[in-house]
């Protein structure tokens, strides 16, 4: 195993304690796994609190910040938080004006978020949730029932935070988080496994020469098992499978997000190949957005996420920005 770790009992807390010292701005609670925004609560703010596992950085915790989340709850590597985390998440950042779970439709996710909810109203904090699943690739997997939250899941935290950013009300806030997801839809693809701190070897086998299509954020079995393509032939397959399922009326938000491991050179060539098919298919683009912002630990391949926006949800997307993962406008 060549990681750049300690032990594997101890990288979610290691990392905290980075992120600790590297962004003041954020009170990193290593203890009890919460990162929140050092100013929250914010008096008549709605709060925005999201989570999940651990290896998909800097989803969750690199978007804390003002035009994004309220805090965020790290769970081991590939394992949901607990509700006590969120609980205590949402407790820290209740202005009274009520909190957004943000939930990536994983079935430990969807469990322990809805518990968390429960909980927190006996406390007497109100809570909306959103629940992301926005991947084509498959109906069901390993890890959910229905479809996989993935890359649309910065769309709705960028786009919701926005809108909570500027006071909107608990129930606006949750629509259009709401929205967003409906209107998003993802597919990627895998060149090369992960491997997790604990096992320390390859998640799954994938021979020398082949790629599986429709992966998920863990590794999850995709749609199918192909040999290598080229970075054209890929965008042609990804988007066509998007489109599949969805067609645009207004132009999109357009993630080519990396896996982990592929650098930015290759995602560069990779979304000129997209924006090249989006074309030819008529699908005009509002922005695009490129880069590791939903990985899966060192998961060579990338996705593919198409976010059909008005003008309201273009406006709330370019609106400032300031956490680790994502900033501009500030």
């Known amino acids: 195993m060549r990681m750049l770790i300690n032990v594997p009992e101890t990288v979610v807390a290691d990392a905290l304690r980075g992120m600790a010292a590297a962004h003041p701005e954020l ?3 290593v203890e009890n796994r919460v990162i929140v925004r050092r100013d929250a609560p914010v008096a008549g703010k709605v709060a925005l609190v999201s ?10 915790g690199g978007f804390v910040g003002p035009g994004m989340l309220s805090a965020a709850c790290p769970g081991e590597v590939f394992t949901s938080p607990v509700p006590d985390q969120m609980v205590r998440a949402a407790a820290a950042v209740d202005s009274g004006a009520g909190v957004l779970f943000i939930v990536k439709n994983y079935t430990g996710d969807v469990l ?10 006996e406390e007497g904090i109100q809570v909306a949730k959103v629940l992301v699943n926005d991947d084509v690739a498959v109906t069901d997997s390993l890890y959910t029932a229905g479809r996989r939250g993935t890359g649309a899941t910065l ?7 926005a809108a909570a950013e500027e006071g909107q009300p608990l129930d606006r806030v949750e629509a259009i988080g709401r929205q967003v997801n409906e209107n998003s839809r993802s597919f990627g693809v895998a060149l090369a496994a992960c491997s997790t701190p604990a096992k320390g070897s390859p998640t799954f086998e994938l021979p020398d020469g082949e790629l599986e299509l429709g992966v998920g954020i863990h590794g999850e079995p995709g749609r199918e098992r192909r040999a290598m393509m080229t970075s054209g032939e890929i965008a042609e397959f990804a988007v066509d499978a998007i489109l599949d ?3 645009p009326r207004n132009p999109v938000l357009v993630l080519v997000n990396g896996m982990g491991a592929t650098p930015l050179l290759e995602l560069y060539g990779f979304n000129a190949e997209v924006q090249r098919v989006l074309t030819a298919r008529g699908v005009p683009v509002a922005r695009t957005l490129v880069g590791n912002y939903v990985t899966s630990l060192d998961m060579a391949g990338a996705s593919v996420t198409l976010c059909q926006v008005d003008g309201e949800l273009l406006r709330l997307w370019d609106a400032p920005v300031k956490t680790a ?3 501009w406008g500030v």
Request: charged share 25%; hydrophobic share 40%.
């Open 325 to 327: 993962g994502l900033r």
């Open 155 to 161: 769309f709705v935290e960028k786009i919701a935070g």
């Open 51 to 60: 989570g999940g596992g651990s290896g998909h950085e800097p989803l969750h």
């Open 245 to 247: 399922d969805m067609t």
């Open 27 to 29: 009170i990193v609670d």
């Open 112 to 121: 322990n978020f809805d518990m968390a909810a429960e909980l927190a109203d």
